[in-house]
């Protein structure tokens, strides 16, 4: 079964080289109980490693049921001591944090039985050992023959044709070696059983055969008794994919090591928090304050302001903003002007535009008059010079139509009836409409008399954001508290909570009917959903060469502000300068995670390499670099995922006063989620790349 012709092995140190053996000629079969005897030093344990495959050698060869090794690779050796070795240790070189019944069963993960079946062969086998009153100790607690039988155990458990044991009754005293080499001589009757020992009296009872070596070499080879060589050749079926074994491992690992488990998820959990906070960071707005509508009314001059601390702007306010010089005027209500306005003429041409009370914007060429009366409105359309006597005509007939259809984001359309008294000539291409500051009013207060507010959907098992919805909000008075009911035009889900904010808001009733979406509240929600005043107006300035230092000085005293024309004019260098601070904010996101990425790397390098020798013992009892890789990279994606869904939980809890999330979707939470799960997948593979690739042996040498 196992040959070596002329074997020979070297070490070579700082400035020598030093022969540990030399011309090795020795061929075992099954069913011999081997001897390996000599002084410390003289070759044995190096023996051992060459013919286990964990050791190289330099001259001769090594033939496995007649196949020449010289020519294997890792991988060759990986499959040969999984499929042939078997290791009992002097020091026994088992997994401390398992307990007994997982260091037998994590054996037979390895050979690909599916957990039914190893859990039954695993129990047998302790039995077999006679522990099994001890199968749900963890290996630590074991005294030193327990730990000795539990090798054996393990050793049993990998069904190998070959019994590798290095002074396996080093560690203990007289009698418990004894029981532990008749034990061994029951189990591997038909295995070939080779024993080093510095005792050879304590095993010539049950050895087959003794070498003894000296200084490398064989000094003597000896048959002492007759033994029977196994008719079978036994071969295991594989059933379990790598993948599946490596989840396995590490479960045992995770279950097995609460301390380790505990402190590598609270890493994970902190750093999944700082990713969370640097990513919503990194996607707030420049410019820091919600607007009402997505349709503009854009012009250079207006500038909308909303106060720092989210009230309400009062009517004193308004007054000491329309008595300040640098303003041309004020617009109150100046969510009115970002709806589309819409009407037709005889013509059956059809114009929309935005509209406003600023009438210096009309021009000299006005046809008809001014507004003055409330819904008297100014047309100011973009027509040629040979179409005006045209639009004079119309106007003297009364050709337009009287009814304007305002449409705006989120509402139904609402319809107005004007009274057309004048048409204007645009000088930009652009329709627009003047009608007096009294109508905007009038018109405001009809539109927004239900409130449009956005709400959050969540969902209820994960706590995650699915998507915002608006809504007009309108008081029930039978509803009290954080109550809610909704019409059949709002859907949402069984597994769905709406939330105002952090709020989370109690759906009792669904029978209501509208043509809008609706939410009805109870009157105290309703005055916190909609505090009295304007939340936002627009200032249009004189002067706009003062733009930045009025921005400046409204900052200092407490608003934003924000100027859409210069948000959207892509040419405008504050656009730029905007494009040039996300830029800068993204990367630094990126190198914050680059930070957190290395600061990981070195606590999760300590965790890890705590583990190193938990991870070789694997790699001796038949694991690959590549079921050891997968081991680790299912701890830390386990770890980073427990860590992520464990921070939304406490996120909850705490959303109410430190509400950092609100701007994300679930889009968000995905990429957030992606870039952890990456993180970690990073960590794994750059302390697999350093420490899973080191040899077998360096890695056994430095333990």
């Known amino acids: 079964m196992i040959k070596l012709h002329n074997l020979s092995k070297y070490y070579q140190g700082e400035n020598n080289i030093t022969q540990a053996l030399h011309k090795i000629n020795l061929e075992f079969k099954l069913g011999e109980f081997v001897a390996i005897t000599g002084e410390s030093g003289s070759g044995k344990s190096t023996l051992l490693n060459v013919i286990a495959g964990i050791d190289s050698y330099e001259d001769g060869e090594l033939f496995i049921n ?8 890792e991988q060759d050796w990986e499959i040969y001591r999984k499929e042939k070795i078997a290791f009992i240790y002097q020091n026994y070189n088992l997994i401390d944090s398992y307990t007994v019944l997982m260091n037998v069963e994590v054996a037979l993960v390895i050979q690909g039985l599916n957990k039914s079946e190893r859990r039954i062969k695993a129990k047998e086998i302790i039995a077999k050992v006679g522990l099994s009153k001890r199968i749900k100790h963890r290996a630590a607690k074991l005294s030193g023959g327990e730990k000795q039988r539990l090798a054996i155990a393990r050793a049993l458990a990998k069904e190998t044709e070959i019994i590798i044991a290095d002074e396996p009754t080093g560690n203990l005293d007289s009698k418990t070696g004894e029981e532990i080499l008749r034990l061994l001589n029951e189990v591997a009757k038909d295995k070939l059983v080779l024993v080093v020992t510095h005792n050879f009296d304590q095993v010539k009872e049950y050895a087959t055969r003794k070498v ?25 079926t594989q059933k379990t994919t790598e993948l599946k074994q490596a989840a396995t491992i590490a479960s045992f690992n995770i279950f097995g090591q609460p301390r380790k488990s505990i402190f590598i998820f609270l890493v994970s959990f902190i750093i999944v928090a700082v990713v969370f906070f640097l990513y919503s960071r990194a996607m707030i707005p420049i410019t820091d304050f919600d607007l009402y509508e997505d349709y503009m009314n854009i012009y250079p001059e207006r500038m909308i302001i909303a106060r720092k601390d989210r009230k309400p702007i009062s009517e004193e306010e308004y007054n000491l903003f329309l008595n300040d010089k640098r303003f041309k005027n004020v617009i109150y209500e ?72 305002l449409v705006g984001e989120g509402r139904s359309q609402e319809l107005f009836t004007f009274k057309v008294v004048g048409i204007n000539k645009s000088s930009n291409g652009k329709d627009r409409y003047y009608v007096t500051e009294s109508t905007l009013k009038q018109m405001e ?38 109550e809610i009911g909704i019409d059949s035009n709002f859907l949402i889900a069984p597994d769905e909570n709406l939330y105002f904010g952090s709020k989370m808001l109690e759906l009792v009733k669904t029978d209501y009917v509208s043509v809008n979406r609706r939410v009805y509240v109870s009157e105290e929600l309703f005055k916190e959903i909609n505090p009295e005043g304007k939340m936002q107006m627009t200032l249009n300035l004189k002067n706009l060469s003062q733009r930045k230092s009025i921005e400046r000085a409204l900052y200092k005293k407490g608003y934003y502000t924000y100027m859409p024309y210069y948000e959207f004019d892509i040419f405008n ?29 070195l606590i999760y390098s300590l965790i890890l390499n705590s583990k190193l020798k938990d991870y070789t013992i694997l790699r001796i009892i038949g694991s690959n670099k590549f079921l050891i890789s997968n081991t680790i990279r299912f701890e830390l994606i386990f770890f980073y995922t427990l860590a992520y869904f464990g921070f939304l939980i406490v996120y909850r809890f705490i959303a109410f006063k430190y509400d950092f999330l609100s701007s994300l979707f679930l889009k968000d939470y995905l990429i957030v989620y992606f870039v952890n799960i990456n993180l970690a997948l990073l960590l794994a593979s750059r302390f697999i790349k350093r420490q899973v690739s080191k040899s077998l042996y360096t890695t056994l040498r430095s333990e």
């Open 66 to 73: 007649g196949e020449e090794t010289s020519y294997f690779n």
């Open 212 to 236: 003894r070596l000296f200084d490398g070499e064989v000094v003597e080879d000896k048959v002492l008794n007759d033994f029977n060589i196994p008719n079978e050749d036994k071969t295991k």
């Open 334 to 405: 100046d969510r009115i002007i970002d709806n589309n306005l819409y009407g037709s003429i005889s013509t059956n041409k059809v114009f929309d535009g935005k509209i406003t009370f600023d009438q210096s914007e009309v021009t000299n060429n006005l046809i008809g008059r001014l507004p003055k009366d409330d819904f008297e409105i100014v047309l100011s359309l973009h027509y040629p010079e040979f179409e005006r006597n045209t639009y004079i005509q119309l106007l003297k007939n009364d050709s337009f139509s009287k009814e304007f259809i």
């Open 445 to 482: 207060s009809l539109v927004y008399q239900y409130e449009l507010v956005s709400f959050d959907i969540y969902s209820k098992s994960t706590g995650i954001s699915k998507h915002k919805v608006k809504a007009e909000v309108v008081i029930d008075p039978e509803l009290s508290g954080n």
């Open 573 to 601: 260098p504050e656009v730029l300068l905007d494009t040039v601070k996300r830029v800068v904010m993204v990367i630094g996101f990126i190198f914050s995670i680059l930070i957190i990425y290395l600061i990981s790397y």
